[in-house]
C-alpha cells in the first residue's frame, strides 16, 4: 500500500466550468475516438429562465410584455407568467446536482457570441457531439397554462429569441420551434413564418397537456408542417399536478411515470385516429420518454385493435406497424434490464428508428457513453443510433452544415 498526499477536487458549483463537469466524458470521447462518429444530439436543453428578461422583449403584445417585466422587481419571483412550480423543483436533489439549477459559470466576451451559443458548444465539445437540438425547460409544461394566449406569447416570443440570438451564429445547434398548441392559429403562423429560418429543422410539441392531438382544429397546422419537408416531435415532460399520479408522494415516482405517460396518451390517439394516413409523409418523433413505454403500446393497441377494427376506420395496417415507423429518443436509455431494452429496441425498428439523446444539461443526462455501453449493438447499428437515424429524421444537409460550421 502506496501512502501520500491525498489530492482533493474542487467542489462542483452552479458556477463550475461545463468543461470541468464533463471532463470524464471528454476523456471517453477521446477514448473511443468519437471524431470518426457523427453524432446528432436529438434533445438537449436550453434553461430559458436565464435569458427570461430577452426573451420577453420579443413578445409581441406590450400588455403581456408588462406583466412579464413586473415580476422581475419581485424577489424570488419565478419567471413572469409562466405556471411552473418552484416549491417542487426536486430534479437538482436539493442541490446535489448544481447544474441542473442553473449554469453561472463565466463565459469569455471575446468568444463573440450569445451566452447559451457558447455553453452549448462547451457541451457538445466536452461529450463529443457533432450537432444539437436544443428545447426549452421550464416551458415543457406551458401546455397546462389556464390562459392559451400566454402559451402563445411566450412561445412566438421564445422562438424568435431562438432564431435571431442561437440559430443564426451556430450551424451546430438546430432548432424544433415550439408550437404553442393550446393556440392553432399562432402555431400555423409560426411554420408560416419561421420555417425557413436558419437553423429552424422541425417543430415540436411540449406532451404536458390534455388538447386531443387527433382534433380537427390541428388538421391545416399538420399539413402545414408536411409541405415543409420537415419533423414533427412531441416532447415528454412531468407533472406532478395531473390528478393520475396525485397519489404519488415521491417525485421519483411520478417522474417516472408522467414523462411516459403524456406521450403514451398522445401516440395512441395519433395512431388509433388514423393521421398516419392524412399524413403518410411527415415524420414524427417522441421524445425523452424512455423506450420501455413503446412495447407496451405496441402490444396493447395491436390486441385492442384487432378485436375492434371497427373503431379505428381510417387505419390499413396494424397499429404497430405505424409506430415502427416513428422515431425515438433514448434519453433516459433504460439499460438495467439489458435483455428487455433488446426486446424494446428490436420491437421499433431500433437499428432505423432510435436517436441518441443528452437530455443535457439535466439531472439525469446521458453522454454518448451510453450507447457505446450497450454490449449487445454492432458498430454500424451504434452508428446508427449515434448520429445517421437523426440526421435523416431532421433532414440535416451534412454537408452544408459543415461548411457552414467551418466557416
Request: charged share 20%.
Amino acid at each position: 500500500m502506496t501512502t501520500g498526499a491525498t489530492r482533493e477536487l474542487p467542489q462542483i458549483t452552479v458556477k463550475t466550468d461545463t468543461r470541468d463537469v464533463l471532463a470524464h466524458a471528454r476523456q471517453y470521447a477521446n477514448k473511443k475516438k468519437l471524431q470518426d462518429y457523427l453524432v446528432v444530439d436529438i434533445d438537449a436543453h436550453v434553461s430559458e429562465a436565464a435569458f427570461w428578461n430577452e426573451i420577453v422583449g420579443y413578445m409581441e403584445s406590450d400588455v403581456y410584455q408588462q406583466m412579464a417585466r413586473s415580476f422581475q422587481d419581485r424577489g424570488g419571483s419565478p419567471p413572469g407568467l409562466m405556471n411552473g412550480q418552484p416549491g417542487l423543483l426536486y430534479q437538482d436533489v436539493f442541490g446535489r446536482i448544481p447544474h441542473q439549477q442553473s449554469q453561472q459559470e463565466l463565459i469569455d466576451p471575446k468568444d463573440g457570441v450569445h451566452r447559451q451559443v457558447a455553453l452549448a458548444r462547451r457541451a457538445m465539445d466536452g461529450m463529443g457531439i457533432d450537432y444539437m437540438v436544443v428545447f426549452p425547460t421550464p416551458m415543457l409544461v406551458l401546455g397546462m397554462h389556464p390562459q392559451a394566449e400566454v402559451e402563445a406569447q411566450i412561445g412566438l416570443a421564445f422562438n424568435r429569441w431562438l432564431c435571431d440570438k442561437v440559430l443564426k451564429d451556430e450551424p451546430r445547434i438546430v432548432g424544433l420551434l415550439y408550437l404553442p398548441f393550446n393556440e392553432p392559429e399562432m402555431c400555423e403562423r409560426i411554420v408560416k413564418e419561421m420555417a425557413d429560418k436558419p437553423g429552424v429543422q422541425g417543430f415540436s410539441i411540449t406532451s404536458v397537456r390534455n388538447r386531443p392531438v387527433h382534433h380537427n382544429l390541428y388538421m391545416r397546422l399538420y399539413s402545414m408542417i408536411q409541405e415543409t419537408g420537415k419533423p414533427l416531435v412531441f416532447h415528454a415532460g412531468f407533472n406532478w399536478s395531473d390528478g393520475v399520479v396525485q397519489t404519488c408522494n415521491r417525485f421519483l415516482t411520478m417522474h417516472a411515470l408522467t414523462f411516459p405517460w403524456y406521450n403514451m396518451v398522445h401516440l395512441s390517439n395519433w395512431v388509433i385516429n388514423g393521421m398516419p394516413e392524412r399524413f403518410p409523409k411527415l415524420r414524427v418523433g417522441w421524445i425523452e420518454s424512455g423506450l420501455s413505454w413503446v412495447s407496451f403500446c405496441i402490444q396493447r393497441l395491436d390486441l385492442e385493435y384487432m378485436m375492434r377494427t371497427s373503431e379505428a376506420p381510417l387505419l390499413k395496417r396494424k397499429p404497430s406497424e405505424y409506430i415502427q415507423d416513428m422515431f425515438f429518443s433514448s434519453q433516459p436509455l433504460e439499460v438495467h434490464h439489458p435483455d428487455l431494452l433488446k426486446a424494446n429496441f428490436e420491437a421499433i425498428n431500433g437499428k432505423t428508428q432510435f436517436m441518441y439523446a443528452s437530455d443535457w444539461p439535466h439531472w439525469d443526462f446521458d453522454a454518448p457513453r451510453s450507447i457505446f455501453d450497450v454490449a449487445w449493438m454492432d458498430d454500424e447499428t451504434r452508428r446508427n443510433v449515434l448520429g445517421y437515424n437523426a440526421a435523416r429524421f431532421l433532414g440535416l444537409d451534412l454537408a452544408k452544415q459543415q461548411k457552414l460550421a467551418a466557416e
